[in-house]
């Protein structure tokens, strides 16, 4: 049963605009969210994260958005770079409920066009 | 180094050899987690060490699978007897023990069964 979803597998985007990736959840006690890119032959890498008292959290040229009531978070990503093309990854998990363990999403391929 | 390591990078083995992953986490990190990750899908939590408590070892797919950990620091995962759908990039990922605190992963170790 897939708690995390991403839909759109691909999104292309040209250098300098802004991506937009997109995330749902299904589990209401998820309290905590992150975005993990990855490259090939490479772990994930902390991007960025945001609690559930929040609403949205920015750092740099990256921002993510928590709307609770639709189970909805997404990141963006402005102004693109080509070093950004990667697999981005959301997840979560239940921190109140003492399990840290994280449910992820199936990822997002991001191409960066110069 | 400052990461989460883990070895062998790479393993290719036979179907029913047993077969032992190590993960080194971050110094100080006293969670640490194994995911696995197989083609096209996200990851999937497998088990969680916190300090002294008893593992959550509940994403454990088999009984062919079980993991230990000395103290809070290294980690190994075993897989009994393998099967050609072990065949994953097997993850770990150390954290601090406190509230939204993110995971860092290692680069994982690709496990292919022939």
């Known amino acids: 049963d897939q708690q995390v979803k991403q839909n759109s597998p691909s999104l292309s985007v040209q250098e300098g605009r802004i991506s937009i990736l997109n995330c749902d959840y299904t589990?209401?006690?998820?309290?905590?969210f992150l975005w993990y890119k990855k490259y090939p032959a490479e772990g994930p890498t902390f991007l960025i994260s945001?609690?559930?008292?929040?609403d949205k959290n920015e750092d740099g040229r990256f921002t993510v958005f928590l709307n609770k009531s639709a189970k909805h978070l997404s990141l963006h990503i402005v102004p693109s770079q080509p070093g950004d093309s990667a697999v981005y990854f959301c997840?979560?998990?239940?921190?109140?409920?003492?399990?840290?363990?994280?449910?992820f999403g199936k990822g997002n391929q991001v191409v960066v066009i110069p | 180094g400052a990461g989460v390591s883990q070895s062998p990078s790479n393993k290719v083995t036979e179907k029913g050899k047993d077969v032992e992953l190590r993960c080194d986490p971050i110094?100080?990190?006293?969670?640490l987690y194994w995911y696995r990750q197989r083609l096209g899908q996200g990851l999937e939590f497998l088990i969680y060490f916190q300090g002294n408590s008893a593992p959550d070892k509940s994403g454990l797919p088999s009984d062919r699978f079980s993991a230990e950990r000395t103290g809070e620091s290294v980690s190994t995962l075993t897989i009994q007897r393998t099967q050609q759908e072990d065949s994953a990039v097997y993850l770990c990922?150390?954290?601090?023990?406190?509230?939204?605190?993110?995971?860092?992963f290692g680069d994982g170790t690709r496990l292919s069964i022939l």
């Open positions: 589990n209401s006690m998820f309290d905590y």
């Open positions: 110094s100080g990190h006293t969670a």
């Open positions: 990922a150390s954290s601090l023990a406190l509230m939204n605190q993110p995971q860092h």
């Open positions: 997840a979560a998990s239940a921190q109140t409920e003492g399990n840290n363990r994280l449910a």
């Open positions: 945001i609690s559930s008292i929040k």
